[in-house]
């Protein structure tokens, strides 16, 4: 198997340590292991003895037990932590898919939900969202790109990069559709959480259909990206066997900090949310602004959840765009061009808590360019 090379993650490799100012991060505002600690007296105590040896394969059961709790139908025994969400994509994909199969893809996307499908052998179609009415899904497209073949929907809510939050009609017509066709739902709901009006939160995929595996991580809702803790969460016994079997060929059991470190942060895990979307409301509130300022170069469909949204361009073209910024600032954005998604966009970061000092270098740069 040889994917082709994850665009975003080497772009990242590239700039993320040597740019200034980063705003196209997903993930939120972090914080370091004493600020984590100090969530709870005597946790640093417990981190001192934390034993090295190997963890239980599957996630420490305190963990486990903690993760669960943010799902209705699932309980320990129905979650394999992961090292980061990204382990879990490649291992439900080699474990459930093989040449030959079919799977239908959220488009717009994230590269590892096709390219290491296609890197398999596995056929895809972009279920694709609609800019002009905000990145939405249409389910009603989902039965022209049915094929014989197709095994699985591969769905991101809330969406990297635009945003998106399904309604709740679009979700429910998604778990029907998926249940008629007895099609595996693989529901990345790394973002879940950071709804920007909690009112708006969607239950989770895995909650809701029995062939249904949802994902998070600590990396997006909490962040704490450092951790590199993600999981599935299922009720499928078949996906938990053959997931926990390819596991072994990887990276058998997890960090033992971590997975003490995750512990309490998902035991806080409403303290953490809280935190990170107060600082999105607040940046919001500033964005909206830059928008209105520019809304004759950009075109922005204002998300519902999660840490990022997706520009359009009106005139210029992404790529050169955004190279031309971090030339002359050092302010690091995300061309579509490294998303596979032509060259009129950008991904905007809008969860840390600098990003109204770093607009204003993009403002003051944009003041000065010649008109185009
Ligand atoms: C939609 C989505 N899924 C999965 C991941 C991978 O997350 P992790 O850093 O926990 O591996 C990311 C990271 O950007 C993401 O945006």
């Known amino acids: 198997m040889n994917p082709t090379p994850f665009k975003l993650e080497r772009y990242f490799a590239q700039h993320e340590f040597t740019a200034r100012h980063l705003l196209c991060s997903s993930d939120p505002e972090s914080m370091s292991v004493r600020d984590l600690l100090a969530l709870e007296p005597q946790a640093s105590d417990g ?197 926990s079997i390819f596991k072994d060929y990887l990276t058998i059991s997890n960090s033992a900090p971590s997975e003490y470190l995750a512990t309490i942060a998902a035991r806080h895990s409403g303290t953490l949310i809280e935190r990170n979307v107060s600082i999105v409301r607040e940046n919001l509130r500033v964005l909206d602004k830059f928008m209105a300022r520019h809304a004759m170069n950009f075109e922005w469909h204002r998300p519902r959840a999660g840490t990022i949204g997706f520009v359009r361009l009106r005139q210029e073209r992404a790529s050169s765009f955004c190279a031309e910024l971090l030339q002359d600032t050092s302010v690091l954005l995300l061309p579509s061009t490294l998303l596979d998604y032509g060259d009129a966009h950008f991904r905007i970061g809008f969860g840390r808590r600098n990003m109204p000092a770093v607009l204003d270098y993009v403002d003051a740069w944009l003041e000065t360019r010649a008109p185009r």
């Open 47 to 243: 981190l001192f003895d934390t034993w090295l040896g190997y963890t239980e394969y599957p996630g420490a059961s305190d963990l486990r037990t903690e993760l669960a709790a943010m799902y209705e139908c699932i309980d320990a025994s129905g979650i394999i932590v992961h090292t980061g969400a990204q382990e879990a994509i490649f291992l439900f994909m080699n474990t459930m898919l093989e040449a030959g199969d079919h799977v239908i893809v959220h488009m717009p996307g994230y590269q590892s939900h096709y390219s290491v499908v296609e890197a398999l052998g596995v056929s895809v179609s972009p279920w694709r969202a609609n800019e002009a009415g905000g990145w939405a899904l249409d389910p009603a497209d989902l039965e022209a790109l049915l094929k014989p073949q197709t095994r699985a929907i591969v769905l991101c809510s809330p969406h990297n990069p635009t945003g998106y939050l399904p309604s709740r009609e679009v979700f429910d017509a998604t778990v029907s559709f998926a249940r008629k066709h007895g099609l595996w739902l693989f529901s990345d709901e790394v973002y879940r959480g950071l709804e920007h009006d909690c009112a708006d939160r969607l239950p989770a995929a895995c909650d809701v259909y029995e062939r249904a595996i949802t994902l998070g991580a600590l990396s997006k809702t909490h962040g704490l990206a450092g951790l590199r803790i993600g999981w599935i969460a299922t009720q499928s016994a078949q996906v938990l066997q053959r997931m």
